[in-house]
């Protein structure tokens, strides 16, 4: 990952980094960064000098076809964890599991508080879960993150990245929790612990916030486009229907005019034909 990957994305993104000093040279540290691109997990973990271990969604690692072996080969290689998020608990329960194992460990321990990525670029509500528990349970300090354009590099859904954008990453002072570290069962602690964070993420992206939780913004934006699709289809239906009511009520004034015109020249021939008679007989 760093000695080829690394090089790659240097040489055609030129990504910048803007406080890397604050990630200690050794000793264990949690990085929450925001999430704006799948690319997130390419130039974070490259470009620092340390190994960062995430944890992923397990589909990442069971998805079946070249692309899902691919996938799975990076994830794999790079150290990340997988997490089944079949079941809300069983999944937060395993996250702070791992995250906790990989402190301990004396390890970087990477985290995405949003639990997903950004649908639209805008920075959302972190879920209490992983981040505070496990920052309170080892007393490891959190590094704020925030990654800059990568969502401009690798729009969601894209494969294929975009050349000639520079990405970027900010790293914000180190946070530290101890005061409360003990009290990772206590969820307005656990609230506050994750907003403080956000609120840095916030900082020092630039983003807008918003909150409520990105899972329920990007119902929210199907929900939208659903709605906007069928509304777009009801218009073309009703502009059709009036196309076609025009077009038979103009038919139907084309006809009624060629039935006149044929009636008057009709009544003109018969006049002419009657004149006719009228000279004959004379």
Request: charged share 30%; net charge positive; proline share 6%.
């Amino acid at each position: 990952m760093k000695m080829i990957v690394a090089p790659l994305l240097r040489i055609f993104f030129r990504p910048w980094m803007e406080g890397e000093e604050n990630i200690p040279d050794e000793g264990p540290a949690i990085l929450a960064s925001n999430h704006l691109s799948f690319s997130d997990s390419f130039f974070l973990p490259a470009l620092l000098k340390r190994r960062v271990t995430f944890i992923a969604k397990a589909e990442y690692f069971t998805t079946p076809g070249l692309k899902g072996r691919l996938t799975a080969a990076f994830f794999k290689g790079v150290g990340q964890l997988p997490v089944d998020r079949s079941g809300a608990r069983g999944a937060g329960e395993a996250a702070i599991r791992s995250g906790i194992a990989v402190i301990e460990r004396g390890e970087l321990f990477g985290v995405y508080p949003e639990g997903t990525r950004s649908p639209d670029g805008k920075l959302y509500r972190g879920k209490v879960g992983g981040l505070a528990r496990v920052a309170l349970a080892t007393g490891a300090p959190v590094i704020p993150i925030a990654m800059i354009d990568t969502e401009k590099v690798q729009p969601p859904g894209q494969v294929v990245p975009n050349f000639g954008i520079r990405p970027g990453i900010r790293i914000g002072r180190p946070l530290d929790f101890s005061r409360y570290q003990g009290m990772e069962n206590d969820r307005f602690i656990l609230r506050s612990v994750t907003d403080e964070v956000m609120y840095e993420i916030m900082r020092l992206s630039g983003q807008e916030y918003v909150d409520i939780y990105a899972t329920a913004a990007k119902r929210q934006l199907t929900e939208d486009k659903k709605r906007a699709d069928a509304e777009r289809k009801a218009q073309h239906k009703a502009e059709k229907a009036a196309e076609k009511a025009a077009a038979e009520q103009q038919a139907a004034e084309q006809k009624a005019a060629e039935q006149q015109a044929a009636e008057e020249k009709a009544a003109a021939e018969k006049s002419a034909d009657e004149q006719d008679g009228k000279g004959t007989d004379r």
